[in-house]
Nanobody, 126 residues
Framework: QVQLVESGGGLVQAGGSLRLSCAAS????????MGWFRQAPGKEREFVAA????????TYADSVKGRFTISRDNAKNTVYLQMNSLKPEDTAVYYC???????????????????WGQGTQVTVSS
């Protein structure tokens, strides 16, 4: 059983920054790609960013490219999402997820992920 626990969400003004963390346990974290997704009120959950198992390859949604950075520390079993230049439209519950594939490249597709965290709220005020 894998557990993913997100932290770091909160309320921030537009233009501000937040760093989300996701601590993993229960599986060999370093062998699996990780992703961040978000769900705004009344909207479908959407892909934000993904990082491969080694941390050398990342991919982003167009809406966050250049503002958000995903990274990981395999020694700490933790993945991060640094969010800069936040906009009100970034307001959502943010979820981290673990890719089911061993040594996978990371994916924009929800079906590739088999474990999800409980989510952390990010609210950006204008």
């Amino acid at each position: 059983q894998v557990q993913l626990v997100e932290s770091g969400g909160g309320l921030v003004q537009a233009g501000g920054s937040l760093r989300l963390s996701c601590a993993a346990s229960g599986r060999t974290f370093s062998r699996h790609a990780m992703g961040w997704f978000r769900q705004a009120p009344g909207k479908e959950r959407e892909f934000v960013a993904a990082i491969n198992w080694r941390g050398g390859s990342t991919t982003y949604a167009d809406s966050v490219k250049g503002r958000f950075t995903i990274s990981r520390d395999n020694a700490k079993n933790t993945v991060y999402l640094q969010m800069n230049s936040l906009k009100p439209e970034d307001t959502a519950v943010y979820y981290c997820a673990a890719d089911s594939r061993v040594y996978g490249p990371g994916s924009k597709q929800e079906y590739e992920y088999d474990y999800w965290g409980q989510g952390t709220q990010v609210t950006v005020s204008s």
